[in-house]
């Protein structure tokens, strides 16, 4: 496991960009931490690598944000995913089997259906700008 701090948004930006360079099409990565925490910020970071012409933004209420690249960055927002059909409806399954970067916030709410190798990245809120982001290393 990593374990970084990081002190403002462009550092954690930085740090998406960097573990992004670690990922391959079909990785699913959880991310967890409440709101504000920077998961947004990472992702963003994550697409600078992967696709840097993406205007990435929270999926809050979109649900999903599918932001193209080779693999495709495809941004999850689990929040008020509450159960299988939910699930399903929102294509998380056929973007895992068609090779894309997954990346789900929120990730508690879909825990028993994330796929055992899923990557996990912890956020917790140090002080107002800090963070502490422990990241899984690939297996």
């Given at each position: ?81 509450s159960g299988w ?55």
């Open positions: 496991m990593k374990i970084i701090e990081t002190h403002a948004v462009a550092e954690t930006e930085a740090a998406g960009k960097v573990f992004a360079e670690t990922v391959s099409g079909g990785d699913v990565i959880a991310l967890y931490g409440g709101l504000g925490m920077g998961k947004t910020a990472f992702v963003r970071g994550m697409a600078q690598t992967l696709c840097p012409d993406a205007e990435v933004s929270s999926p809050t209420f979109a649900i999903v944000n599918d932001y193209g690249g080779r693999p495709p960055l495809v941004h999850f927002d689990m929040y008020r995913i059909e939910d699930l399903e409806t929102t294509g998380f399954f056929e973007y895992i089997d068609q090779g894309a970067v997954v990346v789900t916030e929120w990730s508690e709410n879909i825990e028993g259906a994330l796929p055992p190798e899923t990557r996990r990245v912890r956020f917790t809120r140090l002080s107002d700008t800090d963070r502490r982001i422990e990241m899984e290393e690939p297996q």
